[in-house]
């Protein structure tokens, strides 16, 4: 039997675009799906506009064909004046009319430019919300490490801390739908590579230049849009826009509007979320790793109920959400095409992040803020022995306070004093002068309170009282570093250094023990990941 043959068209409203006509023939897409083939014309698609490299080295347009019958667009990119070209294939819709969602089945995908067959691609089930990209060559590696560090746009890292050498698992160049090594179920509990300030490839490259390191960070990076978050809001033709809709969820049925997912092979959180795309587009310039940073961050806003935008879930959660925010709001330009959100949209939810943790934790008097200087707002369930309402997670309070030193070195400083309101629980457990003690600086957990009605306790002495009662806690040396402690003990270390940095009283004392410990945790084979070796 013949297969059908269906041709899209071009977005109502919007001119088809002048670029490919001058500088080449069109660009034809066909894509062989369910015994069917569908064509994605480039003459008749619609021009959302160009992005123009804010270093001058490029001009990328961007031409997005949908087609009726299929809830999957093409957005065709060529590069102005240069015979670079790709092609991005992105799955799902947001406000209805493709019916349920739901993966489209395995296709193949062929790309013409004029009668010159330019490559035909397989894909397996393409996951909803997710994308993958075709492109005729990669944008090369443009940027000095050492320079990005000057500038702070990522942490100052250094070998000289003698950080681990892992062997890394080979990965296979990226297919679409493939993860490169990342866990497909995001939410799954433990440390690992991607989990981070940085990943550890993206670590151990600017430390070392290696060059596997960079080949799985850029794998990585194309397996970020494998991910379900790639929410564009096809009114606007950008990443869906939180501030314009302030009740959006996709959380149960909570939202105005909700949106719907569906239980997929891939699944993204928030509180194990690794930053994939942020390393790359500095290296590259690439503009489809900014449009995929935003994705993420959009997620970041809509992955929890409404009415808990502005609190506390997982404190981790909530540092590698300010991470990502802090990152789109530093490095978008100003002046985007529409498939882009501007900088001004990121500075204003990075603001509004701002003025929420100002009043509901660095003016907050209960003991839990004005004496712990923990974010938590939960304070834990029933397990372990503890009882919920009583205890919260100085490790996670560290992640968060790296982020927020990182977030005021990168040029955000109007951050500062929620700096340094956090950092006061870091020193306050490695100064050895409060009363908790620093052989176990970085507990798994803290106890502030014997039951859930109870008071709050007033001091660090009590806390500690509690907290090593509860875990059956002795301390030989307390100016020791527990090697048995060790596993948390890097996020601690990382927050000191970037205290140390931004010249926060009592943070250089502390440093200079933590340094010695790291050097004898080093020395008794406990190595420090690349992702924390910040100097």
Known sequence: MRRREFVCSGLAGIMASPALAADGPPVMVEVELDGQTY???????????PYSDPQG????????????????????????????????FESGRLWGGAGEPRPLNKYRARIFRGSTSLASVDVPPHYWFARWRWQSKPRPIRANPAQLMDQWLVPRLSEQLRPRSDTFRPIE??????????????????????IGLLTEYQAQYLCNGNDTALNILLAQAEAAGTFPWIMRDEKTNGPLDTLAYPRVTTYQQGGDPFIRTINQAVTADAAHQPALTYVPYLLTGDPYYLEQLQFQASFNVVWRPWAARYRTTQIRGEAWSLRTWAQAARITPAQVPKWLLPQSHWQKLLDSYLAAYLKNFVANPEAPYAIFRTTEQGFGDNRGGLLAGTYGYPWQDEMLTAVIGWTVLMGHSSWRPVFEWKIGSTIARTNGQTGWLRADCTTYNIVLRTSPDAPWVKSWKEAWDLTAAAFKLTVSDPDRLDLSQIYYFPYTYGALVLAKHLEIPGAGPCLDWANGELSRAVANKHPLPFKWALV
């Open 39 to 49: 064509r994605f014309d480039s003459a008749s698609g619609a021009d959302l506009g």
């Open 57 to 88: 080295q490029f001009v990328q347009d961007c031409i997005r064909v949908d087609h009726p019958q299929l809830p999957l667009s093409v957005f065709i990119r060529p590069d102005r004046g240069s015979d670079r070209l790709e092609v991005v």
């Open 173 to 194: 160049i990226f297919a679409p739908m493939g993860v490169a090594n990342l866990l497909p179920y995001m939410p799954s509990s433990g440390e690992r590579p991607e």
